[in-house]
């Protein structure tokens, strides 16, 4: 029997040892991945900011009131732009961009969604969310041009009144251990939070030809698609990130496993060897 207990131990060291030479290469894999959506992530920052800045300054300076991405309306449907991957393997990076929406729909009937990634859609889809669009296959290597997309959807629902709101759901890059699900309202816009991005600005006041309204209406949408296409590239590295830990944490806990699975090896071969000795002598005792 102690025989039969080692071969046992035996198999379980070396489907524990592929397993962790699986999760080892998935690391490995993800972190190559992870640095290029960072050195991504730095190059679109800039761009959004720039827009971002020049966005609060004409609301500073023109002293505008009105304004269809401003102004606050009856809120009877909100869209909800939600970003997760398309792969597990990844902690709770899914979940956890689902559950900051979930945390902010107190009523899912006045919910629409576009989900990105079919972690997203499969898990709305399965609770019988509305849901006007999906986008599949993007969330690893997103360009811009799905962020055109995406933006260019929700600002059209917007603009036919379809929805009242329009909020992006995505994951923040702390650092290469924390990832933060965050929720942010894309329209209408809020005033205060773009006047506090403004971090500095002149004394004088701006004029615009034409109108600042007219620049409004070409700025606000390209800054929304920069925010979601930001968001899209901050998710990308936010996902290769958490795989990334997901699978250093599996493969540390395969190496334990293996030094646990060795030591019982161990004992029990020296188990056996002992049990052959005692019978061998048992024997010669009793031939006596």
Same mark, same amino acid.
């Not at 869209?79 to 899912?108: Q, T």
């Given at each position: ?99 900051? %929406? ?96 403004? %971090? ?40 290769? %990130? ?47």
């Amino acid at each position: 029997m102690a025989g039969v207990g080692t071969r046992d131990i035996k198999r379980k060291i070396k489907s524990v040892n592929s397993t962790m030479q699986i999760t080892k290469a998935m690391e490995l894999v993800s972190t190559a991945k992870l640095k290029k959506n960072k050195d991504r992530l730095e190059m679109t920052r800039p761009y959004y900011e720039t827009v971002l800045k020049t966005v609060g300054e004409i609301m500073r300076d023109a002293d505008i009131e009105e304004h269809e991405y401003l102004s606050n309306r009856e809120i009877s449907k909100s869209l909800y732009i939600v970003l997760a991957g398309d792969r597990g393997l990844c902690g709770g990076y899914n979940i956890n961009a689902i559950k900051a %929406a979930l945390a902010h729909i107190e009523d899912p009937s006045k919910a629409l969604i576009i989900p990105v990634g079919k972690k997203a859609f499969e898990f709305f889809k399965r609770n019988e969310f509305e849901i006007e669009k999906e986008y599949l296959g993007i969330s690893e290597r997103p360009e811009f041009a799905d962020a055109r997309k995406i933006a260019r959807l929700a600002m059209k629902l917007y603009s036919q009144e379809k929805v009242d709101e329009v909020h992006l759901v995505y994951t923040r890059m702390e650092s290469t251990i924390s990832q933060v699900a965050t929720r942010l309202k894309l329209v209408p816009l809020d005033v205060e939070a773009v006047a506090q991005e403004v %971090a500095e600005v002149a004394d004088e006041k701006a004029s615009f030809e034409p109108s600042a309204e007219v620049v409004l209406d070409y700025l606000i949408p390209k800054s929304i698609e920069s925010t979601i296409f930001g968001g899209l590239i901050e998710s990308s590295a936010s996902e290769q %990130a958490a795989r990334r830990n997901a699978m250093e944490n599996a493969t540390d806990n395969a190496e334990e496993m293996i030094e646990e699975l060795t030591l019982s090896f161990n004992q029990a071969r020296q188990s056996a060897i002992t049990q052959e000795i005692t019978e061998i002598v048992g024997g010669a005792e009793a031939l006596k």
